[in-house]
């Protein structure tokens, strides 16, 4: 961007220190710094000489009390001193850098030579300009095409349909880049926003990493293109700036979902597989699907509505020749231990007569012009009006809408063109208020998902008291992860974007959301069979796991491609269905700890350069590794195993880490690899589907690692569906497996009060890829075979110890 007519605030002229931190003159303007947390601090610049105590809705933490922290004063400079982060002000002109206590850099204001420029400010925008060496790494933004390592790009912060017609030139994107449309692998801005980054230095001993969140949700350039420096600049509100002082990627990612929350635990059923296709069903053609399902045995939870069946794409309705009886249909898909889920639109179709137009009108419901009148767009049922979500009494009307839709028994809501598209009308004329006053489109637009996620949450949560929430969103902003889990848009049916899809979803995860997921096996165009069994093999995981497809395409159900690809689907969610225990254990533990589910290896491995740059493989979990197969005719890939032991999930063959392997990858299988020294929780056989399995036996896959070594796996078990968990009803079994020489000796420890659908019997122990035959349980010996013992448990903690 040009900078050359923005200024600098000027010099500091007065210091005080506050109970959180200190507050600064400087200029006309204030700077204010609130120390949140001994490794993360808040950083406020006024306008006019007023802070925003709440620029967007992303944050949601609160503190008790700053933690202790020195402020000195010199002739230069301030400096606030947390033990972990030393801030250091310069006086004269303004300018910031910061430093953890080992005197490793956080940030430092590229100076001018003047000595100021870090914050400049133009009107009602700023950018902020910092230092950065040509090797360092940028990681997160969310939602972004290309690699995983931002560097060497610039992207914009708007959230854009990347379909709409002409969406370059509909919401001013000239800095875009013009010669890419929406279905390009390189085109940006994309559906979510989410300005947090991480900025990583490493040397030859390692990699430290810093956070830094701006609370800010108007449009925003970003630039990583530069060899020394980066930039980030807003075209409207306030400087606030979070400052993660990490140096881990974990730990920063820990206190950013600390600031915007994390994932609600998700109900089970949402970790199964899904079924949506965008097409014109009736209530006997959904059926006939879920029954499809059933009669080939391809686990299978979740049946969704697309718009069609609505009458007429009015949201909130149901075409009633289509679908005249929903209850009963509910009711059969209920038998078949499947459930349902629609789409709900936010532009409501201006039509005097429709129910929800008319009362949203009357009530002032919907977001106006600067004069006054309803703006107006187009989405599917052509004129359309939109709810003006930054108001609370707007979302409540909403919320009670989704109550009284969801009532027939519809088990959550898919929310969508919530950028918000306007088709091909200019976004810009649609305003919001709050607090009485009419704000513009860009205080709101990147924020209109995370109302409308927070507001159908409360729809849901209000029909259902005691259960849990599923909610689907296309757009998003820092935050959402609170009320939605996401998928990545509208991709094509192309090796391409099935690779760009994993760097995306891992950005995703440690940008705050971890129940990501990409339409399989793309949304638009056709695939191959070939494409259709990678791509449900690569689906089956990750943490969302959605077959879907666009209007007009042909058939992409898993049987669709011929009985190859069936037989390769069916075997891929059986794998999937079998991981449950283990998949919904990382979700529970995700929503402690914000961890990402579909992780990339730098974020276990932060010190190793081979895991920083790998992109095209990741966790799912902490046990698995998984290499997605991503080009046609391929049967071998490279696949970089970090250290530590890894062993063959399919052979049992064992790896040392810190080494590249050629991985065998058959059309039948993904290659698959899992962790030295973890357990891995499973199901003995794949349900079809999650309602009501509470199954007598349980596997534990011991995966015995070739070093010493202590380590800690997690299963977490509860009836899946109620928030009975909150208070105590749970199991919750923590294992310590330790190798010692030839020794391995496992313990588990249990904890929560149970639930009562638990039916727990035995435990039958898997040992992979090595040969146990006697084992020590409680003092007494038992003889394992062929690699398989069982023992029996109801749920109580246990002591084991073998040889190998
Ligand atoms: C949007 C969504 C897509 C959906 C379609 C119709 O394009 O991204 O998933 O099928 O709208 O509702």
């Known amino acids: ?64 009390g700053a933690p202790p922290f020195r402020l000195i004063e010199d002739e230069a400079s301030i400096t606030i001193d947390t033990g972990r982060v030393r801030l250091l002000i310069s006086r004269r002109p303004f300018g910031l850098s910061a430093y953890r206590s080992d005197g490793s850099v956080i940030f430092e204001d590229q100076r001018d030579e003047a000595g100021g420029g870090g914050y400049l400010r133009l009107n009602d925008s700023f950018i902020v300009t910092r230092r950065i060496t ?10 972004k095409t290309g690699h995983f390592d931002r560097r060497g790009r610039k992207f914009i912060l708007w959230n854009t349909d990347v379909l709409a017609p002409n969406v370059l030139q509909r919401n001013h994107l000239h800095e875009a880049d013009t010669t890419l449309t929406g279905k390009s692998t390189r085109f940006d801005p994309y559906y979510t926003s989410i300005p947090f980054f991480y900025h990583c230095r490493a040397d030859a001993d390692g990699a430290k990493m810093a956070g830094f969140f701006i609370d800010n949700g108007y449009k925003a350039s970003v630039d990583f293109e530069k060899r020394n420096t980066y930039s980030f600049s807003f075209s409207g509100g306030q400087y606030t700036e979070y400052v993660f002082a990490g140096p881990s990627m974990s730990d920063i990612l820990a206190a950013y979902t600390f600031v915007t929350g994390r994932m609600a635990a998700p109900p089970i059923w949402a970790l199964g597989h899904h079924q949506c296709r965008f097409h014109d069903y009736t209530d006997e053609g959904i059926l006939d699907i879920g029954r499809a399902y059933r009669e080939r045995k391809i686990p299978c939870d979740v049946l969704w509505l697309d718009i069609g069946y609505m009458n007429g794409f009015r949201v909130f309705t149901w075409d009633s020749d289509k679908f005249p009886d929903v209850p009963a249909m509910i009711a059969q898909m209920k038998a078949d231990k499947l459930r349902l889920v629609t789409i709900i639109d936010p532009g409501v179709k201006a039509e005097s007569g429709y129910s929800v137009f008319d009362e949203g009108r009357a009530k002032n419901l919907f977001c106006k012009t600067e004069a006054g009148q309803l703006y107006v767009g187009q989405v599917w049922p052509g004129r359309t009006v939109f709810p003006d979500f930054v108001r609370p009494d707007v979302r409540a009307w909403w919320a009670e809408l989704n109550r009284r839709h969801v009532e027939s028994g519809v088990a959550g809501i898919w929310i969508d063109m919530n950028e918000p598209a306007t088709g091909d ?17 860009e205080r709101y637009h990147n924020q209109y998902a995370l109302l409308m996620a927070m507001s159908t949450h409360r729809g849901l949560s209000a029909a259902n008291p005691g259960l849990r929430c599923f909610i689907l969103s296309r757009a998003g902003f820092a935050g959402i992860q609170r009320y939605a889990a996401q998928w990545l848009g509208d991709n094509v049916s192309d090796w391409d974007h099935l690779r760009m899809s994993i760097p ?3 950005a ?53 491609f011929g009985p190859g690809v069936e037989k390769r689907s069916r075997a891929a969610l ?31 491995f932060q010190h190793d350069r081979h895991a920083r740059e790998t992109d095209d493989a990741y966790l799912f979990g902490d046990a698995l590794l998984v290499a997605p197969v991503l080009a046609p005719g391929q049967t071998a890939r490279h696949v970089y195993l970090p250290q530590g032991t890894w062993v063959d999930w399919y052979t ?54 070739d070093e010493d070594g202590e380590f800690f796996s997690q299963l977490h078990e509860d009836d899946g569906i109620t928030s009975g968990f909150q208070s105590g009803a749970f199991r919750r079994t923590t294992f310590c497996l330790t190798r010692q020489n030839d020794r391995v ?42 690699g398989l013992v069982e023992i029996e448990n109801r749920g109580e903690g246990f002591e084991l110890s073998f040889l190998v």
Request: charged share 20%.
């Open 574 to 604: 059986e794998l999937r269905y079998r991981l449950l225990p283990y998949i919904y254990s990382a979700f529970m533990r995700s929503s402690e700890t914000g961890d990402p589910i579909q992780r990339p290896l730098v974020y276990d």
């Open 425 to 441: 009308v200019e976004p810009f004329a649609m305003r919001f208020d709050r607090d009485a006053s009419n704000h513009a489109h």
């Open 508 to 560: 995703m995860g440690i940008s705050g959301q971890p129940f990501i997921g990409a339409d399989i096996p793309g949304f638009s165009a056709k695939p191959t069979p070939e494409l259709a069994a990678r791509w449900m093999q690569y689906g089956a995981m990750t943490p969302f796991c959605r077959c879907h497809n666009e209007a007009g395409e042909r058939d992409q159900y898993p049987w669709s």
């Open 134 to 143: 040509p090797h360092d790494s940028i990681y997160g933004l969310g939602e």
């Open 745 to 786: 000796r496992v313990s588990a420890r249990v904890a929560g009060h149970g639930f009562p659908e638990f039916r727990r019997r035995a435990l039958r122990l898997v040992f992979h890829g090595c040969s146990v035959d006697r084992l020590e349980l409680q003092g007494g010996e038992i003889r394992v075979n062929g």
């Open 1 to 64: 961007m040009e900078t050359s007519w923005f200024s600098p605030l000027g010099d500091v002229v007065f210091v005080e220190k506050t109970a959180d931190g200190a507050l600064l003159g400087v200029g006309e303007e204030k700077f204010r710094v609130d120390v949140l947390r001994p490794d993360l601090l808040r950083l406020k610049i006024s306008q006019a000489g007023t802070f925003d105590e709440n620029p967007t809705f992303a944050a949601c933490f609160q503190v008790s």
């Open 504 to 506: 995306m979803a891992m």
């Open 652 to 705: 049992g063959e064992r790896h040392a880490g810190g080494q590249f392997i050629t991985a065998a990858a058959p059309l039948d299988r993904i290659p698959l690899f899992a962790r030295g020294g973890r357990i891995i929780p499973a199901y003995a056989t794949a349900p079809s589907s999650t309602m009501d399995h509470y199954p007598e036996v349980l596997e534990l896959h011991l995966i015995v690692p």
